[in-house]
């Protein structure tokens, strides 16, 4: 078990202590979470969004959930080959986001924007955070990882805010 008693290390033959497994584990599992819930933010968006530029913010936040699942999945994936047991489901994820409730009666296509924007710009902050915390424990590969998903994360959140952003 971590520290914590919150999840169980499975056993691996990875080179680092289980100390710094489990700091990292309980880190990705935070981000496990948020990317969960970004990305069901986003697909609430697609199915209720209404406005005149409907069908490209359609597609767009279509995308941007199949973009979030990858992120899910690459997560989860670092969680479990440092020994540590996912928890995405979604009740686990709503207990554990970093991100904000994500309103349900939103329709107005700007509304869907500028909402999802305030969630890739808090998980973008948060994300960088990580990176910084991975490499301060000294996990070059799990700080890797979040430089990845922060990268992707900001070129998302320009693409959202360029539809609201005047010069």
Known sequence: MSKAGKTPIHPTKNSMNENLRASMIELLQKHLASSIDLSYQAKQAH???????????????????????GYVDTIAERLTALGGQARGTVHASAEATLLDPYPLDLVDSMDHLKR??????KWGGALREA????????DDLTADLFTEVGRAIDKS????ESHFQRA
Do not use: C, T
């Open 116 to 121: 999802l924007a305030d969630s890739y710009a």
């Open 47 to 69: 199915w209720n969004v209404k406005g005149s530029n409907f069908i490209g913010v359609h597609l767009m936040f279509d995308r941007l959930h199949e973009e979030a699942e």
């Open 131 to 138: 990176v910084e915390e991975a490499d301060e424990a000294g």
């Open 157 to 160: 959140l320009y693409f959202l």
